[in-house]
């Protein structure tokens, strides 16, 4: 006979099976998006550019992706 909980025990705990690709990633935080827009600033020469333009690559680079979907999947 299956043990009875009590209100008490609370709900149980569930652990999720998803790979990271199955359950979205959280967003990049600040702190990796300046250091993938300064290696964007290096790449280019460390030259004249425009920051905001290095940043928002950086921010659209580092967002997680969807897993792709296989059309044929029932």
């Known amino acids: 006979m299956a043990k009875q909980r009590s209100k008490a025990e609370g709900p ?25 827009a300064y290696d964007l600033y290096l790449a280019r020469g460390a030259g004249e550019g425009d920051a905001v333009d290095d940043w928002l690559k950086a921010e659209q680079e580092l967002q997680p992706r969807e897993p792709e979907r296989n059309p044929n999947a029932a």
């Open 12 to 36: 149980r705990a569930v652990r999720h099976i998803f790979s990271t690709q199955q359950w979205p990633q959280s967003s990049p935080n600040q702190e990796d998006i300046r250091r993938r």
